[in-house]
């Protein structure tokens, strides 16, 4: 079996509770008729052999060696290994960043569930965006392995999963320590310091991360200060391995926000001007983590400390004529929360069935989220100012079942509950608020041969709203009554799909699929946030190819066609899903051989014409990039060059349609397309001593 990256982890703390070696993963189903527990694997490669191991055709992995091998202009890139993902950026380097998956534009988070160590990154009720998801913490060198899950068929995911989520584990074992230094073009610099010490049956892995960064606008100096630190400490407990983890990350930056199309044309600002020069913002995280596995249980534990500060202006002067449009989120917040789950191996009538229950909680003590009217970031103004308390408990339970050598089942059902407490500056807009929900799942895998695998899943998923838009009354800034919405909203999807492997060269999944949604949220460009909308449907087809021509080289390409629209009043208001990408692509040559020497990894990411409104009047035109990295590694040497937007595109980002107002403009404003430039071709080159 031909792997980018043949490294088998040993006990990985959030894979299961069986490993299994590479070679074992290819082995036929009827060979393990006999075996019980029903063996769970664990490898650290890309797209390796899950034939009678996923629940899906839409399930994979990601290993260290394919993640340290992909040229990323973001540290929130390292979601597009996710196949049909692709991930953006609408304003500065140090908020989250946008990402795009199965039809949905999912702003900053919302119906795609992420993790890091058992930690949830979504942000509820957030200053910014719900579901909010920031990933500039992360060392991507610390990476271990990204496992991936699209759709509502999983019962241990719960909250913003609808369009799938992924379980990002930081690594057990280094391969080497490292100290590298990165200079690039528009005042790129990243050193970075990894390390690993041992000493019997214990471990400590650290790394540490600074970056600046100016960027390539004209108007505004990013001047990034970004500073990452981790800490991981690794023991064997009893039967199974403890992991303890610290993180800290903090990060100041000025912001190039989106610009409309207009004050380019008229020549006011070229494509990488900005109409506002004193954007920006700064954010920090801190969190200690836990997590112990053993052969029957999964534990995890977190706390989490985070900040946000952030100054936008996306209308200028529309409705504020004399000091202008820009504002500041806040977001302060605490987090604390923990999972627990056990696995059984039992034999019903003779049929090998592994039986997993479970159960989940989290409480976020939010001290402030609050929006102000600011100008030269200064408050001038309150649009509301809150206190929010929201906790959330879950319980879930799923078997996998043989029912023949080839053919498994698998149920599963979770129930959430949820309960927010809102303290507003306008007492009219405090109150309390509550929802529960039941999610149901199953799935059937065939093995038809050694080589191929049929699925057919189904699951109901769910987001939660902004628990402000559960308890208000009344608009804060007009006073007019306002309607509430559901705390808890419904998701409904199901699957066919097959996987193909022929543990050579080929590597192929495929998945035709259909999502309900019972209510979208979509991007308010006037006001930054997201908002509640109508019902939708999506349904589609996702193709992943990868082929390996000999062990260093291969090649892959991934491909999603998506169809959105309202099923919801979609006679007067249109039936176009705001934001929607119909295509979505990537492909890439990948040339990593096992000894020093040249290695090259050249990727090109589509994506396609985006429907920026519920009628279809406005589209947004497709993006293309191609990046590139080419490296030289000599004994304990690494010399890298990376080119990133190789043919110096000039296409966009992100696009909005909405109205906003330049000064001298009509006092209604102007609709308009607003934009955000991909960032020019730029040149990065590193070297790196591994000890």
Not at 666 to 678: A, C, F, I, K, N
Request: proline share 3%.
């Amino acid at each position: 079996m031909k792997l980018l990256s043949p490294i088998v982890c040993g006990l990985p703390l959030l894979c299961g509770a069986v490993t299994a070696h590479a070679d074992d993963a290819g082995q036929s189903q009827s060979a393990k008729a006999n075996q019980q527990p029903i063996e769970r694997v664990a490898v650290f490669g890309r797209q390796v052999n899950l034939l009678g191991q996923s629940s899906s055709a839409s399930e994979g992995i990601v290993g260290a060696g394919e993640i340290e091998s992909r040229p990323l202009l973001r540290t929130g890139e390292v979601l597009e290994f996710v196949p049909g993902m692709l991930v953006t950026q609408h304003s500065g380097s140090g908020k989250a960043n946008q990402y795009f998956l199965r039809g949905f534009n999912l702003d900053h988070g919302t119906d795609f569930a992420t993790t890091v160590d058992g930690m949830p990154i979504n942000m509820r009720s957030h200053g910014h965006g719900q579901g909010y998801t920031d990933l500039n913490f992360l060392i991507p060198e610390l990476i271990g392995q990204i496992h991936y899950y699209k759709g509502a068929y999983y019962p241990e995911i719960g909250d913003f999963s609808g369009a799938g989520s992924a379980d990002i584990a930081l690594t057990d074992d280094l391969p080497y320590r490292q100290v590298q230094l990165t200079l690039g073009q528009y005042g790129y610099q990243r050193l970075l310091a990894t390390g690993q010490q041992q000493w019997q049956d214990n471990k400590f892995i650290y790394g540490t991360e600074l970056q600046g960064y100016k960027g390539p606008w004209t108007d505004v100096e990013e001047d990034v200060r970004k500073v990452n630190a981790v800490g991981r400490y690794l023991t064997h407990v009893g039967n199974g391995q403890l992991a303890v983890t610290a993180m800290a990350y903090s990060n100041d930056w000025n912001s190039a926000d989106q610009i409309p199309e207009r004050a380019v044309t008229a020549g006011i600002i070229d494509e990488y001007g900005s109409l506002d020069t004193d954007l920006g913002g700064d954010s920090s995280r801190y969190s200690l983590s836990s997590q112990y596995v053993d052969a029957n249980w999964r534990a995890s534990a977190y706390v989490i400390r985070s900040r946000l500060n952030l100054f936008s202006n996306f209308t200028y002067f529309l409705d504020n004529p004399q000091d202008g449009d820009e504002f500041q989120q806040v977001d302060n917040r605490e987090i604390w929360g923990g999972k627990l789950a056990r696995d059984w191996a039992v034999s019903p009538l003779g049929i090998n069935t592994n039986v997993t229950a479970g159960a989940e909680t989290r409480y976020d003590h939010i001290g402030k989220v609050a929006l102000y009217h600011t100008q030269q970031r200064q408050r001038i103004g309150t649009v509301r100012d809150d206190a929010v308390d929201e906790f959330s408990s879950g319980l879930f339970g799923k078997l996998e079942a043989e029912l023949t050598d080839d053919l498994k089942l698998r149920l599963g059902a979770r129930y959430d509950y949820y309960n927010a407490d809102v303290d507003s500056d306008n007492t009219l807009n405090s109150g309390n608020a509550n929802d529960g929900i039941w999610s149901l799942k199953g799935g059937l895998s065939y093995l038809v041969s050694d080589d191929l695998e049929l699925y057919a899943s189904a699951g109901q998923g769910f987001h939660s709203n902004d628990a402000r838009g559960a308890t208000i009354k009344v608009d804060p800034v007009t006073g007019e009554p306002q309607d509430k919405v559901d705390l808890l909203v419904r998701s409904t999807g199901a699957e066919l799909g097959f996987r193909y492997f022929d543990r050579e060269y080929i590597n192929i999944s495929a998945a035709f699929w259909y999502l309900d949604l019972d209510s979208e949220l979509l991007y308010v460009g006037d006001a930054g946030t997201t908002e509640p909308s109508r019902a939708s449907r999506r349904y589609g087809t996702e193709i992943s190819a990868y082929y390996w021509l000999n062990d260093a080289l291969s090649v892959d390409a991934e491909i999603a066609v998506t169809r959105a629209r309202f099923t919801e009043d979609a006679t007067l208001e249109g039936k176009y899903v705001d934001g929607t990408v119909p295509w979505v692509a990537s492909a890439g040559i990948n040339y990593q051989p096992a000894a020093a020497g040249i290695h090259t990894a050249i990727r090109l990411r589509y994506l396609g014409k985006r429907v920026l409104d519920s009628l279809k009047a406005h589209q947004a035109d497709a993006t293309t990039l191609v990046n590139l990295s080419l490296g030289y590694g000599y004994r304990d040497w690494d010399f890298k060059v990376e080119v990133l937007n190789l043919f110096n595109s000039h296409e966009h980002d992100i696009d909005y349609w909405y109205t906003s107002r330049l000064s001298g403009e009509d006092d209604s404003g102007v609709e308009d397309l607003h934009y955000h430039p991909v960032e020019p071709r730029m040149l990065r080159c590193s070297v790196s001593y591994r000890y």
